[in-house]
């Protein structure tokens, strides 16, 4: 696996939403935060061997990320269908790159073909169990999109033995809790910052940061519906 530092200057190459939605609050995942998420997993092992799953994908970022974390079967969903598009020519783009810190693009490049599907995540298209899903839900900022996060982690638990999901700060008691009601643990948890543009509506300063909170969380299959 290529260090976390030349996964993230690979994952600088995904190209962002150009026409962000703010009902479904598309913004990029940082590369950064991305290859953190990934590298980790990979080293606990979370990913070969596994289907992985991106909920919510939007340019690909995660599941790209996973792809060059030496994710065996890797899955991104999105419910816009430009968002998979973009996710596409992302893959394409991360793929043919140029070399990154002298490692080669060989040795760096997306090795697991991706697969992009459209859906709806609260009612998932797949029949997957046992996966690993990676995620950066929508947080449920927006009208009409409140509890996202909670149904992006119900559909979390119903598919997943082990996730990793990123929720704004203060989300630590919500998400032990959740995990705790339906039979899964909070194993790490560690901080974030991301650094947002003003493309959305519901940002109202130049640029902001935010500071968000990743937690991995292993799902006990028996208290799968
Ligand atoms: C915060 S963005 C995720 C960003 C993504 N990780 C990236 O770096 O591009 C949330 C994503 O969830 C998608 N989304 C929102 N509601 C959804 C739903 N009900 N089903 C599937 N995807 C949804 C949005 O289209 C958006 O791409």
Do not use: K
């Not at 810190?101 to 797949?126: A, F, I, K, Q």
């Not at 959305?200 to 500071?211: G, Q, V």
């Amino acid at each position: 696996m290529p260090s976390r530092r030349t996964i993230a200057r690979r994952l600088e190459g995904v190209a962002d939403f150009r026409e962000p939605s703010a009902d479904l609050e598309q913004y990029l995942t940082p590369p950064e935060v991305a290859a953190h998420i990934c590298h980790f997993a990979s080293l606990q092992g979370d990913l070969a061997g596994d289907t992985v799953v991106d909920l919510g994908t939007g340019t690909g970022m995660l599941a790209i990320g996973a792809g060059l974390c030496d994710g065996d079967r890797v899955v991104g969903i999105d419910t816009d269908p430009d968002a998979l598009a973009l996710a596409r020519r992302n893959e394409q783009s991360v793929l043919t790159g140029h070399s990154v810190d002298g490692v080669s693009n060989e040795e760096s490049m997306v090795r697991t073909p991706l697969e992009w599907v459209r859906g709806d995540v609260t009612r998932p298209p797949l029949s997957v169990t046992d996966a690993t899903v990676l995620s950066n839900p929508p947080f449920g900022a927006q009208r009409g999109n409140r509890h996202a996060d909670r149904d992006f982690l119900e559909t979390t638990r119903s598919i997943a033995a082990t996730s990793y999901t990123i929720h704004n700060e203060g989300s630590q008691e919500f998400v032990e809790s959740y995990a705790d009601d339906a039979g899964g643990s909070v194993t790490h948890a560690f901080r974030a910052t991301f650094s947002l543009d003003n493309r959305l509506e519901f940002h109202t300063d130049e640029s902001r940061t935010l500071e968000a909170e990743v937690f991995r969380i292993e799902w006990d299959s028996g208290d799968r519906q």
